[in-house]
């Protein structure tokens, strides 16, 4: 975490930093999971989807899968301890080292997006599926008409669905895409720094070691060494990015690259971007990089 120890607000900030980090590492091991499945024909993958239902209505959907037979929901849950359903209150309790935490249900959550999709009359049959992406997980009281998956099942689910019939052609296929791409809407996160006042020149710059969190300073072009515990990193840029785009905006230059991570140049900054995956905004090297969040 890039905060001093003494900072008056670091724990709350390094709780929340740690839940958002989690959220992409499960959301990452499912899309993994999902690379293990043969699709058929004219299918589609899309993560992170924000649609605009209509004027007052938006929802957010972890994955969707778009084939010519069907439409499949898929909400990821990366949640460690008991999970109990309790289905005749619409509550989900979270228990962990004794402690019991409520939280909004995943199976209201996500008959929701299938209810709001279907406002749009998409000529597919629209199915769901809850995600736990942990192992360190245990589930109680699961309604057995729910579609709820740990992360190994949830290939098996899909290869069943592959086996129905296609529902459109082609042609109705790629208009369907290009329809769920009109309602794409683009959702500004607030960085850590913005929503708990945080001025940036608070945070600890350059690439941290992995291992312990201690500064690295490089040995050669290829390797760089921790100032502590002198472990070897040949690649600290993919495991510090996402410290940059959650706490301090979701894109950035080569020039703030260089700056936050205290690199050598400009173009020292651009070849350890192009090692990451992400996406280059203007296609040129001085244009911006986001996070890559359609994998497929």
């Known amino acids: 975490m890039r905060l001093e120890p003494s900072?008056?607000?670091?724990?709350?900030?390094?709780?929340?930093?740690?839940?958002?980090?989690?959220?992409?590492?499960?959301?990452?091991?499912?899309?993994?999971?999902?690379?293990?499945?043969?699709?058929?024909?004219?299918?589609?993958?899309?993560?992170?989807?924000?649609?605009?239902?209509?004027?007052?209505?938006?929802?957010?959907?972890?994955?969707?899968?778009?084939?010519?037979?069907?439409?499949?929901?898929?909400?990821?849950?990366?949640?460690?301890?008991?999970?109990t359903f309790q289905k005749h209150s619409g509550q989900t309790i979270r228990t962990l080292d004794g402690v019991k935490t409520p939280f909004e249900c995943p199976i209201s959550q996500i008959k929701r997006h299938v209810q709001s999709l279907e406002q749009l009359r998409f000529p597919l049959p629209i199915f769901k599926a809850i995600v736990f992406s942990s192992n360190r997980v245990i589930l109680e009281h699961v309604p057995m008409d729910e579609p709820i998956f740990f992360r190994k099942n949830l290939s098996s689910f899909i290869?069943?669905?592959?086996?129905?019939?296609?529902?459109?052609?082609?042609?109705?296929?790629?208009?369907?895409?290009?329809?769920?791409?009109?309602?794409?809407?683009?959702?500004?996160?607030?960085?850590?720094?913005?929503?708990?006042?945080i001025s940036q020149e608070s945070l600890i710059k350059g690439l941290l070691c992995k291992a312990c969190g201690n500064i690295l300073y490089k040995v050669s072009n290829k390797t760089w060494k921790c100032t502590k515990c002198e472990s070897n990193d040949r690649t600290p840029i993919t495991h510090n990015i996402n410290d940059y785009f959650i706490l301090v905006k979701d894109?950035?230059?080569?020039i703030e690259c260089k700056e936050f991570f205290r690199l050598s140049s400009t173009h020292e900054a651009y070849y350890m971007l192009k090692k990451c995956n992400l996406i280059n905004v203007n296609n040129a090297r001085k244009s911006g990089y986001r996070r890559n969040i359609e994998v497929f």
């Open 7 to 83: 900072h008056s607000i670091k724990k709350e900030v390094e709780k929340k930093f740690h839940q958002i980090e989690a959220g992409y590492f499960g959301e990452k091991l499912v899309d993994n999971t999902l690379l293990e499945v043969n699709y058929p024909p004219h299918s589609c993958i899309l993560t992170d989807v924000h649609l605009k239902i209509h004027d007052h209505l938006y929802i957010q959907i972890d994955t969707l899968i778009v084939t010519k037979k069907y439409l499949l929901v898929i909400e990821v849950k990366n949640i460690i301890g008991t999970i």
């Open 159 to 197: 290869h069943q669905l592959n086996k129905k019939e296609d529902r459109i052609d082609t042609s109705q296929f790629h208009d369907l895409i290009r329809r769920i791409q009109s309602k794409q809407h683009v959702m500004l996160r607030k960085s850590l720094c913005d929503r708990w006042k």
């Open 251 to 254: 894109s950035l230059t080569t």
